[in-house]
């Protein structure tokens, strides 16, 4: 193992010798290392769990199954238009829509969810007490969980994900199948920021119905870190539904590109969804899965499958070597003024 390791390693510094200095070959490695299993280490400790492989954080973002079943969420960060979806039985109908001069909460602004939901894994996993509806948490910490690194921009960001969440209107059968009452909820109930000499916290506090579905048992599902780097909706939209449906099985799973266009939930024709998807499917560079663009006589799949240890690894090395290729290029045609 530690020969394929250093394998790879030698690699990328073939691919940036020439090209790159060597402070970009150590950040490259680095990235490597974050995919690679822990040594094993000499411990008492018989109960330490082996293998365990998934680049995780010490508190990963959480996303709730049910919002990752159906669509609850835009995939444009300017959709106006409802988004309304019913089960081909029935049972589970989802209506979606915004407050005027507001557009809908969309699968971005989610992110503050999955932290929040993590926050409260964590207080019911130590089973010492329930979570809070309302959590405050410093800026830093949230800004930091969701990879965004720039506060002075992604502040009015923030401010505005958290304003199209308290503003976004669900009105849904999920968990009322027997339709026993009526409600029409948002995902916060309220938000405040503030910021002091010594402190900038936020504080929120999710609907009822939000707040249910986290403290649920068994509801929620961890999210992979490099969730928060991937600038695509539709991808965003792919390892969510991978990561619900296909979850660490090894057993693949296939959707019909009409059943991903219902439960995505977007508003582009078909055909110009079809054509996005495939492109999505092609890069095939969803964390912690493949995907793969299958035709069965006249129907067309979407085909999910887990990847192991090794050819997460392998999949890593290939989007450095692109990286590094597309910095090449860049740098040749920066100091190239033509003819």
Known sequence: MRKFFNLIFEKLAQKTRQKEPQRIILEEIVKVEQILPKPKKASKNVHKKKNEIAPY?????????????????????NRRNPIV?????????????????????????????????????????SGSDIPPRTMIIPRHEILTAIHKHNVNTQQKELENSLQRLKRTAIDTTIRNEDYRYKSDFGFL??????????????????????YDGVCAQGALLKVDPSYFDITSALKRFLYRTARKHVGKNEKAWKFSIEKLYEKSGSEREFKKFKSDLKAAVNDNN???YSVQWLQEGKKVFVLFNTLSPIEQIEKKVDDIETNIEEKNRKSEGGGSHGP
């Open 85 to 125: 979806y019913e089960s081909p039985d029935g049972t589970r109908k989802v209506k979606v829509t915004r407050h005027t001069g507001h557009f809908l909460a969309s699968i971005y602004d989610w992110d503050i969810i999955l932290f929040v939901a993590s926050k409260m894994q964590e207080i019911l996993n």
């Open 57 to 77: 954080k010490k508190n990963p973002a959480r996303d709730l199954m049910e919002i990752m079943e159906v669509p609850f969420l835009a995939l444009s960060k």
């Open 189 to 210: 109930d309220s938000w405040e920021y503030t910021e002091r000499k010594d402190i900038k916290e936020i504080k929120i506090t999710l609907s009822q119905w939000l």
């Open 286 to 288: 969803i964390p912690g």
